[in-house]
């Protein structure tokens, strides 16, 4: 089967997807992002991933054409055209600002360019399942690859990230965790953190500089349900080892446990029963809110 993306409202061949070099996005890094999970097809939370990919065009100056029943429709039809309107699918949505739209130093103006929208639909990865059932291991990266000075907007601008979890991989880990430069933890390099102590559930706050992610929110909701106690308070690299249970959070992976932490344990080395009863109401939250059945 042919892997189909959408650019600029199109479906085309993913190998024949062609993007201007002038284009800022490539460039600059001047855009931004948004990935969602599709289950079965449907797209979960999509009001609150459009609107905040709107939100953060409208931040940096870059209009998005068309409303969230549009887009809605445009993603479905790219779904289906990759044979993924009935399983479960990664979804990214990127917005760059278009073609030459550089500041020229002589003149007094910015050139007008066209936002380019391109669109990826494909399957989870395979490994997925083992991640949320085993665990994985995270590295503790340098403070160097925090992230910048707009911490709360998913810019295209992801190289500390992404040398960050490139060194992680090397490393043997699945992902790397971020910390300020006063030894905070911030998040990981593709996800959001929690730690489990006692029935005490905490996440490092939004006012140290990160993205508080969807899927972030609605599991400490979750997490409220159940009983436990939810704050977002600093936590320190010493704090990840000595927590009963440690999990990173995303929208297409869910909740996946860490269980190591550069060579050493997270509690047992296991998936604890927090992260366990989590991962099964968060699947209930999400079930009911999609009106989905097994």
């Known amino acids: ?39 079965r097809g449907e797209l979960f939370a999509f009001d609150e991933h ?3 990919l709107h939100t953060q065009c409208e931040r940096i100056g870059i209009e998005l054409a068309g409303d969230e029943s549009v887009w809605r ?5 790219l779904l289906q055209k990759n044979s993924l309107a009935n399983t479960d699918a990664r979804v990214r949505i990127q917005v760059t600002r278009g073609g030459n739209s550089l500041l020229d130093p002589g003149d007094a103006h910015i050139n007008v360019a066209s936002p380019v929208t391109f669109v990826q639909a ?16 995270a590295m503790a990266a340098s403070a160097a690859y925090a992230r910048g000075n707009l911490p709360a907007i998913k810019s295209l601008n992801y190289l500390p990230n992404m040398i960050a979890l490139r060194q992680a991989r090397i490393e043997g880990c699945h992902e790397a965790l971020l910390f300020n430069s006063q030894g905070k933890l911030l998040e990981g390099a593709t996800s959001n953190i929690f730690l489990v102590q006692g029935t005490r559930l905490r996440t490092p706050s939004t006012r140290l500089g990160i993205l508080a992610g969807i899927t972030r929110r609605r599991v400490m909701a979750v997490a409220a349900d159940l009983g436990m106690r939810v704050e977002e308070a600093a ?10 249970e440690v999990f990173l959070t995303s929208s297409v992976r869910e ?9 050493m344990k997270v509690a047992d080395g296991h998936s604890g ?11 209930e939250h999400r079930r009911s809110s999609m009106g989905q059945e097994d």
């Open 122 to 137: 494909v399957p989870l990865p395979e490994e997925l399942p083992r991640w949320q059932r085993d665990g994985v291991r």
């Open 255 to 263: 909740i996946v446990p860490i269980v190591g932490v550069d060579n």
């Open 1 to 39: 089967m042919t892997l189909h993306v959408e650019l600029n409202g199109r479906l085309v061949p993913a190998s024949e997807a062609q993007v201007s070099p002038f284009d800022a996005g490539y460039l600059h890094g001047d855009g931004v992002f948004d990935t969602l999970r599709a289950y």
């Open 235 to 244: 936590s320190e690299l010493r704090d990840l080892v000595v927590a009963d």
């Open 50 to 52: 459009f609107r905040r």
């Open 73 to 77: 429709v445009r993603l479905q039809a």
């Open 273 to 283: 029963p927090w992260t366990q009863q989590l991962q099964w109401a968060y699947n």
